[in-house]
């Protein structure tokens, strides 16, 4: 069974940084495209990144230059580094595994 668990998120000043982790079991990182979503209150799903099998990366343009992907694959676990937050960065962030494997989504909220 696939497991992803997110972990990192929280409250965080406008300009400052966070590091969200996803940790998966039952599946390899390094050999599946892995993604970074989020979820506002009233709007929609949207991809923030991703990062597939051959390390190429891939951005929402309104993080890019603020927010990487990575991945740790002896850890097989995959990061989302959010600097310069915003307040309209504030969503529940999810981690995905290729087409079907969601984690639980972990909060994360910009606010002075």
């Known amino acids: 069974q696939v497991q992803l668990v997110e972990s990192g998120g929280g409250l965080v000043q406008p300009g400052g940084s966070l590091r969200l982790s996803c940790a998966v079991s039952?599946?390899?990182?390094?050999?599946?495209?892995m993604g970074w979503y989020r979820q506002a209150p009233g709007k929609q799903r949207e991809l923030v990144a991703a990062i597939i099998p051959g390390g190429s990366t891939n951005y929402a343009d309104s993080v890019k230059g603020r927010f990487t992907i990575s991945r740790d694959n002896a850890k097989n676990t995959v990061y989302l580094q959010m600097n310069s937050l915003k307040p309209e960065d504030t969503a529940v962030y999810y981690c995905?595994?290729?087409?079907?494997?969601w984690g639980q989504g972990t909060q994360v909220t910009v606010s002075s």
């Open positions: 995905k595994m290729n087409l079907n494997w």
């Open positions: 039952g599946s390899i990182v390094s050999i599946a495209v």
